[in-house]
């Protein structure tokens, strides 16, 4: 391969890798995807697909309204409406002490000029959820949210990536990096691909990339469960959560009830498998079955758990690498980076078209976990 038959090389074949690619193809740039396995192979397949600017940390919120907005005209964004549902979510309160939390929350984000969160009484929530436990007393709600449907969402990305040029190579796991001169020469077991600049959005394997890239960063493992009923009658709209425990419900649109809310199964990140545990799990299907008591005879008929990388704060590394001349992370989204799909995107393209970009990023720097690993 001569030495500039490429502009950028992603390592990862997941949403984040596919939704770079296809901005900075339709920027022009000739694109690289390589995947170890294949597209979608972990989190981006394994993902709950919420779309959910409910109840996100502060510094996500600026890029999560933006990517919201952009979920809003997916279609044009992607030739595909990905399953998107906007039915709203809504984190729920069983009591008066989760109420309390919720209306701090609210407090919270209003405080800091924001305004997609409501607080809602019980007569709202009932409204909103005609199915949910009577017990329960209050929601925040966020009306533009919802979710989407994973797999359709992962072959729109990848469509339109190679509708716009990207060259996508599964089956094509990174052995080493090494510079070339102003570039990187990147080996993996079939044949080597030279670029001057690599995206690194590897997933849980990210770090792994990121220390042949001369960055040390490090990272835990997420092995989020996730179960899926038999069809059922329609039973609600938007997408549920709780105060005070994990869960997260909601009905595709095929009549399924999908339940998680982040209860964690163990992954295998040498063998590239994750394994449910059951009774983790029954934490979510007791909760679940709290808040809906008519789904108690519904039948478990899927399981199955994602591998994804968490960082200690829980927040995302998106941005340039402090080491690396020409690199760039996306990684580490510990469980809620689908809905930022669409813009991660574009913040890459803008650090690798540009080498700035105008949305803040600055709590998502490396920096700052590269520091604590110093000082530890």
Known sequence: ??????????????????????????AGKRVT??????????????????????????????ISLEAMDMWHKIEMIVGNDCGFNAGGQVRVAEDAKDLSVLERRFATVQGAGYHHEELVDRAELLRLVPAISPH????LVARRDGAADPHRTLLAFRRAAE?????????????????????????????????????????????EIASMLGDNIPLGLKASMMMVTERVA????????????????????????????????????????????????????????????????????????????????????????????????????????FQLVPVVGAILADLILHDRTSRPIEAFSAKRLMKREAAA
Do not use: Y
């Open 1 to 26: 391969m001569s030495m500039r038959a490429l502009d950028v090389l992603i390592v990862g074949g997941g949403l984040h890798g596919l939704s770079a690619a296809l901005h900075l193809a339709r």
């Open 136 to 139: 329960c007393v209050g929601a």
């Open 163 to 207: 509708a716009a040029g990207v060259s996508i190579n599964e089956q094509c796991g990174v052995t080493a990096i090494e510079r070339a001169g102003s570039d990187w020469r990147v080996r993996t077991e079939g044949r080597d691909f030279v670029a001057p600049v690599i995206v690194n959005a590897a997933g849980a394997w990210a770090g």
């Open 33 to 62: 995807v390589l995947e170890r396995s294949w597209v979608g192979r972990h989190a981006s397949g394994a993902s709950a697909a919420g779309v959910r600017t409910l109840n996100r940390p502060l510094v996500e919120l600026p």
């Open 234 to 337: 329609p039973l609600l709209n938007p997408v549920v959560g709780v105060a005070g425990r994990p869960l997260s419900f909601k009905q595709s649109g095929q009549g399924t009830l999908v339940i998680g809310g982040g209860l964690q199964g163990r992954a295998d990140i040498k063998t590239q498998r994750s394994f449910v545990d059951f009774d983790e799990l029954a934490k979510g299907a007791r909760a679940a079955v709290d808040l809906f008591p008519c789904i108690r005879f519904v039948r478990i008929v899927r399981t199955w758990a994602g591998m994804e990388a968490k960082t200690e704060d829980h927040q995302p590394v998106i941005g340039a690498s402090p080491n690396g001349n020409g690199v760039f992370h996306a990684f580490g989204f510990s469980g809620h980076g």
